[in-house]
């Protein structure tokens, strides 16, 4: 089959010239044709993320055509309007981003379905408000997210807003898959899609009603008008998309001593100036971190290239260094001033509730019962936090408040489904303004109080990097040996819980006791220790790694070397699993 694929990939003409001339290099080399032929690229509950390049395990144009008709016969059979409601489609910063969006429309448009297409690149947050400000019956975002410059996406969102959960996920992977032949996907062509209303280009219009939703999430609108131009911000878009939302947000609603780093503030598909563009990594944030010692700021904020999620930077004093706040760290805060100031002013309803997933810090779970707010935990994925929001809507069981993930996502809001950068930078330049100018004291300090009367956690990750078919295979043996392992300590610390999200199964290592598990099915590994903190592993539904996530309870400078052991000792035992994979122990 690989051959066969191969072969017609690089010779028929369907395929344009330069997709057939860069598999015709690579004609000598059998391991680069398996990888890039071996597979499709994985469709999954957030979408297709993969290295672009020709053949049926990269992002190309051809491979965005077969998901989005696959989209399509889904949304033809499944939505009764479908193609008069549509679908909206954005795209991000990224080589090929605006061609693979015009891609999707053109399919869509074959197949008499509308879409709603940006006119230029917008954050993904945008794309959620979209869905539901149209009313469209799904969405598109071509983006990679923070992942480095080889890589690109392609996400999709169904007509609530977020990101297309599991079991619908599955229907329209199910439609993609049954299509073999690569060569009858029909486009329409771009000026008849246009003439008959099948394509039709948004931009401002939607901007204006998204800013103005997001302007009224602000708890001391007065306190910006009046005194935003007290904090010093210094915002990096990293070359992405997230640049004008952010700035207009900011500006417009009083935070006049706002600088934009200018060397990452236009759209830069190479990401010139960083080597990851993750605001998760400090070497990313450099050159705002320069910027903001020189001009003196308060806060440091980033978005990374599709702009939902943001990085935290601040002083740990008023008048002390910068530090990097951790996403479980900043999501503490951010939680911890909403939930307190919608208590002081009045309006915190009795069924509010806070969601977080279970790779998040447990500290939440603390903060809210202060406040008699419920703590939901959801699955890894910030579709799975739309997905409770949505479900506690409409049975009328909870009102969200906010909801974060550790990687840097953040939500407030009814409005839109998924983590929001835009959102995100408007609350905490709040909170950061508020700290300051009623109080004398910044975010760190404010996390330091929340540590002193909850407890301190220290969190963490790391991830191991598996590419290829090989690294695919190696990752499946390294959870199923994980699975089958009894592990009653790590680090020194004693394990309380054993939860396998996959098998639905969870076992008291103290009492014995198995229970269920009433998440849905997932391939995750959750190990809790008695008395607070967890390490978990979880294979990436878009990168070709397996993440470990740490947290460790305690106090003082012992919470650190606890913290180093626990690390230690589980990346000691997954090298030597890998070793014996290997056949090298």
Known sequence: MIQERYLLWSTHPYFDEATREELRNIAGNPTEIDDRFYRDLEFGTGGMRGIMGAGTNRMNRYVIRKATQGLSEYLKENVQDAATRG?????????????????????????????????????????????RHLGCVAGIVVTASHNSKEYNGYKVYDEDGGQSPPRQADAILAKIEARENWLDIELMEEKEAIRRGFLVYIGQNIDEVYLRQVRMLALHPELIREQGGELGIVYTPLH???NQMVQRMLR????????????????????STVEYPNPENPAALALAWKYGEARNADLLVATDPDGDRLGI???KTLDGPFAQLSGNQAGI????????????????????VLIKTIASTDLADEVGKAFGVRVESVLTGFKFIAEKEK???????????MGFEESYGYLAGDFVRDKDGVIAALLFAEAALHYKI????????VL??????????????????????????????????????????IGGLTVEHQDDYELRHGKNRLTGEDYPLTLPKSNVLRFSFLGGGFVMARPSGTEPKIKFYFSVKGTGSELEETFAQVKRAWLERIQNILAKIRGQG
């Open 87 to 131: 679908v909206a489609i954005a795209y991000d910063s990224r080589r090929h981003s605006t061609e693979f969006a015009r891609e999707a429309a053109l399919v869509l448009a074959g197949n008499g379905i509308k879409a709603y297409v940006f006119e230029s690149l917008r954050p993904t947050p945008e794309l959620s408000f979209t869905v």
């Open 240 to 242: 992405g998309a997230g």
């Open 252 to 271: 417009e609603n009083g935070f006049s001593q706002l600088f934009v780093v200018p060397e990452q503030e236009d759209p830069d598909p190479e990401f």
């Open 313 to 315: 930077v601040a002083r």
């Open 333 to 352: 805060i951010l939680a911890y001033y909403l939930l307190s100031q919608k208590k002081q002013l009045g309006i915190l309803p009795e069924k509010a």
């Open 391 to 401: 479900e506690m809507e409409d049975a009328g069981t909870g009102i969200f408040q």
């Open 438 to 445: 009623a109080e004398r004291r910044t975010l760190w300090q």
């Open 448 to 489: 330091e109080e929340i540590s002193i009367r909850f407890g301190y956690y220290h969190d963490g990750q790391e991830s191991f990097e598996f590419p290829g078919k090989e690294g695919q295979e190696e990752m499946e043996q390294i959870m199923e040996i994980l699975r089958k392992t009894e592990i009653t300590e």
